[in-house]
């Protein structure tokens, strides 16, 4: 079976939807073998026994490649995209369109030849490298852009924040209506989590529990967690109030609007909501994403050894 590439983001989820005990059954062995193997996606383990399998039923080189590609963009496990680079330029003026099952025609296969490369030159901060594979990248197959766009707003963001610092000196107001600064939260603390919040988004509102869990982690480890609430509006405030009762408790940390001028959503370029941000106490930011990425609690531990990610996150 020959799939299209459009886009790479949405690849693992069309194979991995609906599984059933055996959805292959009724297919011949060799491509049973080899839709097993483009759709596996539950550890590194069983990819190598699935691409393992396939290979013996005689599935060939260029479907395996293609195969841990998937496998790794679906799981948006950078680091190991990067580390195919060399089997891709290995393999780029070998490829057969014949010999693909996820391919459609040449250009995407190029493209993807030169996405792995900018993902490797990313993870090198070699930022011309990355800039010059994936613009050709987008060249040679511009639908697949949506997969593209994440790592140029990440470059964007990271070099953004490189130059910013904090002011914590600035007065915000609190939801109790409280005059407060950054710096008085911090006093005495490690660092500080900005958790950007919206009573209006699904997602903050089914995962305030784990934030709750998350924040009284990081408060007990002397993390300051400040939560800052875009909307400033009656009715966003009511709306809050309500989803705090119905965890029966206010979460923890410190809760602040963001005024209109000069905010922190804008200084900070939170274009969705939740993000966290961590910020040291020289007003660098440390880290600014989602708070389900692993790197932010890689460097919340490099500041505080002794924390630990929650449970309920350790599979986002």
Not at 36 to 52: F, G, N, V
Not at 127 to 136: G, N, Q, S, V
Not at 195 to 204: I, Q, V, Y
């Amino acid at each position: 079976m020959r799939f299209l590439i459009i886009p790479l983001l949405l690849l693992g989820t069309a194979f991995a939807e609906d599984k059933e005990p055996d959805p292959y059954a009724d297919l011949p062995p060799l491509q049973a073998a080899i839709e097993l193997m483009l759709s596996e996606r539950e550890s590194p383990e069983a990819l190598d026994s699935a691409i393992k399998d396939a290979l013996m039923q005689g599935a060939g080189e260029q479907a395996a490649l293609e195969a841990r590609f998937l496998f790794h963009v679906d799981r948006g496990e950078d680091d190991s995209l990067a580390k195919l680079a060399p089997e891709f330029l290995a393999r780029r003026d070998k490829f057969k369109l014949s010999e693909s099952e996820i391919f459609g025609v040449n250009e995407d296969w190029l493209a993807v030849v030169e996405y792995v490369q900018a993902i490797a030159a990313l993870k090198q901060s070699d930022h011309a490298a990355f800039k010059k594979h994936i613009t050709e990248a987008f060249w040679l197959s511009p639908r697949q852009g949506v997969a593209f766009a994440p790592h140029i707003e990440r470059l964007r963001l990271d070099e953004a924040m490189e130059k910013l610092r904090i002011d914590f000196s600035k007065s915000y107001t609190s939801m109790k209506g409280d005059k407060l600064t950054l710096s008085s939260i911090i006093e005495g603390k490690k660092a500080l989590i900005l958790h950007f919040w919206s009573p209006w988004s699904r997602e903050c509102e089914a995962s305030i529990g784990d934030f709750i869990t998350s924040a009284n982690e990081l408060i007990k480890n002397d993390i300051a967690v400040v939560s800052v609430i875009e909307e400033v509006s009656p009715e966003v405030i009511s709306d809050t109030e309500a989803i705090f009762s119905e965890v029966s408790t206010t979460p923890p940390g410190v809760w602040i609007h963001d005024p209109d001028k000069a905010s922190l959503s804008q200084q900070l370029r939170i274009q969705n909501v939740p993000m966290m941000v961590l910020i040291g106490l020289d007003g660098k930011v440390m880290f600014n994403g989602h708070p389900s990425e692993k790197h932010l609690w890689e460097r919340l531990q490099s500041i505080s050894p002794k924390i630990k990610r929650p449970s309920a996150d350790n599979n986002n």
